[in-house]
């Protein structure tokens, strides 16, 4: 009963925990998942996205998604995958992987562990870290949903050109506007 | 449609329903609740027009046809909008004009003019699809204003420029909603108060109006919702000068089907064809009809 209270009361707060609200200690959360802290230091800014494998709006974006990591791999980016839904499964998400074509892995996180410890609640969601595991850039791939447009601010890209040319973010965090993650 | 089934219309399009697949979760946005908004919306405006006509009524508990020469059509363009106040509520506001073309006794006339505006207000708890366990659980809330005219006032032989209840009402509720993979289920249930009228020198007042909301809606492609949805509405008895009137409570069920097309990222369209069932004890003392309504949206 309380495992089904206590996640309803959170519910009904509107408390997600985790780094939703802001970036209090982003070292000491990064430093919670060992798969993370081991890929952290291999790039410049690895790119932590929660995954849906049902989502329209994920599925709209992959194809963004593998020209960019393709295309800033060479400046040291990388791309990390969450797939934090209930659903989750290391043979579910390699298959998923394999079908959409990503260089980079899905880790399976099906307790929500990494979604409740970088407050995302939908997939498209994306983080920006650095080797350190400080969060540089929080929010959405860009500013489409599920029907892509010529006129998309990107920001996940201008965050990333902006951060490998040694410069800020032009914004710090922005919406994430894909489904919501079915925990 | 009476006044108050439209306030729970209102509070009904706030309470539904885009699935990849699309998300099932926000279905309801996109077939049976049009007027909501989805998760990462802010704001909308909508125009939905409605045409009906009725076949029928409910005498009693019993249904008979619209006698011989008797016709009736109703016609209705609603301007809605709704914005996001903060976080998980939203309000939304419906501004209706209503015509009616009536034919009876040999007579025959049209009017209309503007209807009761109606006001909503959703807070969602939690939202479907973000939880296997614990549903979509939102509270609602809506009033009417009496902008228009009521029958009482109507001038026309035929009340045709009646257009709305002539009375203020008050309308809550909650509403349930789960996805279950492409499917997604919704339960509404909702009350209205109705305050009393001065009619002549009596005071009337329409009896406490409930109503039960079910929609089933499953998603074809990402864009594409079709959905089934039955509503039963029943009113207590009414009124007047304070002595209940027996047997004057009505009721009415409603079935419709309905299909959303998300066809860009800020547009929607949604079609609704629906009837009253004319069936022996799912209404009472209630006229008996079916339409159409066709809805376009623009989302921010």
Redesign the interface.
Known sequence: MVR?LA??AL??L?CGGGLGAGARDARTVARRFPALVEALPRARFTVLEFF?????C??AHDERLRRLASELAPRGVQVIAVDSE?TAGPAKDEAERARRGYAWPIVSDPRGEWADAFGA??GTFVLVLDPTGAVRYRGGIDS????L?DGATPWLRDALVALVEGREPPLGET?A?G????? | MSRASALLALVGLLAGA??????A??AGATAFAPARLA??EDALVGVMVRAQGMYGSFHGNHFAGSPPGDDEADFEQDLIAAVRLW??LQLAATLPLVETWRRAGGLSEGGGGLGDAQFAARYD???A??????PG?AALAGVTVPSGKASSDAGSPLATDATGTGAFQAAGGLALEQ?FGAFLVNLTGGITWRAPVRVGNLDTQQGLLWSLFAALAYTIT??LVVALTAAYTAELDARVDGVTQADSGRSWTRLAVAVGW????DWRLQATVYSDLPVAYLGRNMDVGGGATLMVVRTW
């Open positions: 089904l996640p309803l519910a009904l509107g849906s494998s049902r989502c329209t994920q599925k209930a609640e939908f489409d949903r599920a029907h447009s919406r506007l489904c919501l993650l079915e925990r | 885009r699935a990849a697949r699309g998300q979760c926000c998760i990462h976080g998980r708890f939690t939202l699809g973000g939880s296997r366990k614990i659980i996805a990402d864009d998300a066809f860009h990222d």
